[in-house]
């Protein structure tokens, strides 16, 4: 319901300390609009953005007041545009502050900080967390829905390293979640993923130092595919926790398929290079390119922003390497793609998974995916100027490809991921910890305030 009426909205804009932003309004379309273009005609009727914890409780109370919907926007990167609404939109990018302490490896980080705030405030004391691949992602929602990153298999997921939080409720009410404190939000914030049951204020995560480290980039012709994802896998399956890989397949427009093994090792090149050895041994790749790197360069290399554009992922987790004939399958899709004006074009991408992620009991938080091997994720993309028919070919032919590679995965699916068009998100997000998410759901946020299209409880 958006009930509010030009008086409501001045009274807001009265209220809060930070800007109230309308449509047509300066900033009102950065502050609002979605990183996924496919969700770029959600326009909201207002924006706050908030300057203080004060505004986040008036934006708060005036939305229950008016009846209108709000929805909290950090990094504004959900693959879904669950951060955008037609009603208000919270704006938390100005509550960006972080602070690390290197003497006791805490930091903490405001709600609305980003990927890049917190490199920026980790670095001079040469230590981390799982961070994710995206500058401008937010660490909000990095770390509500579990949050990977090429060190998680070394360091676990973001969410692991989350010690405590504070989180405003539907009431206005500030709750620490901690071991002791709210334990049970404590669990739900690591995994349950954002906009469910509160506005997170900060995080306080415990990182660690970090070593001097080795990047490897290895491309192939699409036509060594087979021989690329037999080796890569292989590799990975024996690889030491400090080795992540993203080991992928894409096309776009009318050119050939590439493979490509982008990857991180926690240690030197010499050692990175023996154990891409037999890799190497098996298929020569086009492009090779490994070498040493500080942690910070490193960092940079894998540093990766999609292009702007819509798109769709589906996900799904494998506990053992795609075989060959699920490798061809995949290939042959590709082959068939409908294409469309997007570079980023299409494919299927594998990450590595396993080491510390899965040490973690699936019930100890919520972020249940504990036991696979890789993280399968599948898109396809396309512009603001393909028609509707070009838009529908895609999504059929992404849910073809998820069908062709399903034998081989199981039904769970990655949260953070989000992908709107999953039907059973309940089980495929958190499968055995869905009761009691929707039961802690139910304590802090009874009247369901807190919503969007797979909100928990919903
Ligand atoms: C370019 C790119 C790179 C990425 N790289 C990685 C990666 O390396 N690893 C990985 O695991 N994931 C990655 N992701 C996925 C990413 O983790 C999710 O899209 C995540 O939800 C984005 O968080 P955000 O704060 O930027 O998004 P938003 O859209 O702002 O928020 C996501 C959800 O959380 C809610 N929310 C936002 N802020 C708060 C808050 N303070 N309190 C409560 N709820 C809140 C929103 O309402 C929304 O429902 C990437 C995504 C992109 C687009």
Redesign the pocket.
């Known amino acids: 319901m958006n009930g509010a009426s030009e008086a409501d909205w001045q009274r807001l804009e009265k209220t809060v300390a930070g800007r109230v932003l309308r449509p047509g309004d300066a900033g009102f379309r950065e502050s609002s609009t ?3 273009t496919r969700y770029a005609s959600t326009t909201p009727n207002g924006v706050v953005s908030a300057a203080s914890h004060g505004d986040v409780r008036h934006a708060i109370e005036w939305a229950r007041d008016t009846g209108v919907g709000l ?9 879904a545009g ?2 955008v609404n037609t009603g208000l939109v919270l704006d ?1 990018s100005a509550l960006n502050t972080v602070v690390a302490d290197g003497s006791t490896g805490l930091v903490t980080a405001a ?2 900080a ?1 990927m890049a705030d917190v490199y920026a405030a980790i670095q001079p004391h040469e230590m981390a967390f799982a961070l ?3 500058a ?7 770390a ?6 090429s060190t998680s298999r070394k360091l676990g997921l ?1 969410a692991d390293a989350l010690v405590r939080t504070t ?1 405003m409720t539907a009431e206005g009410e500030v709750l620490t979640c901690d071991a002791q404190e709210n334990p049970d939000l404590y669990w739900a914030c690591r995994g349950g ?9 900060s995080f306080t995560f415990r990182a660690t130092a970090v070593p001097d480290v080795s990047t490897c980039l290895l491309l192939w012709d699409g036509a060594d595919a087979p021989a690329a994802f037999a080796a890569v896998q292989e590799a990975a399956r024996h690889a030491p926790d400090e080795f992540s890989v993203r080991l992928g397949v894409a096309a776009a427009g009318g050119s050939h398929p590439v493979v490509s093994a982008v990857g991180l090792h926690l240690g030197p090149a010499s050692e990175l290079r023996e154990l891409l050895a037999p890799v190497l041994a098996a298929t020569r790749p086009v492009r090779e390119d490994i070498a040493d790197r500080t942690f910070w360069e490193a960092k940079d290399y894998l540093l ?3 292009s702007a554009g819509a798109f769709a992922v589906r996900t799904n987790f494998a506990a053992e390497p795609l075989p060959p004939e699920a490798v061809a399958a995949v290939m042959s899709r590709l082959a068939g793609r409908p294409g469309s004006g997007n570079p980023d074009g299409c494919g299927l991408a594998l990450y590595t998974w396993g080491g510390a992620i899965n040490r973690v009991a699936p019930a100890d938080t919520a972020f249940v995916h504990r036991d696979a091997q890789f993280l399968v994720s599948m898109d396809t993309s396309w512009t603001e100027q393909d028609g509707p028919d070009t838009v529908a070919a895609n999504l059929r032919w992404l849910a073809g490809l998820q069908e062709e590679v399903a034998p081989y995965v199981g039904v769970g699916a ?1 949260q ?3 992908d709107p068009d999953l039907p059973d998100w309940r089980t495929a997000y958190y499968g055995a910890n869905y009761p009691r998410l929707v039961e802690i759901k139910k304590r802090v946020d009874p009247d369901g305030f807190f919503t ?1 299209g797979q909100g928990i409880g919903s």
Do not use: D, K, M, Q
Request: glycine content about 28%; aromatic content about 12%; cysteine-free.
């Open positions: 979605p990183f996924n929805v909290a926007r950090s990094g504004g990167h959900s693959y669950h951060s938390l709600g609305g980003r994710g691949n995206g401008s992602v937010g660490i909000a929602g990095l509500l829905g579990g949050g990977s990153s973001t989180l993923g954002g906009g469910n049951f509160g506005i997170n204020l990766h922003e999609t990655y953070n991921f989000i969007f």
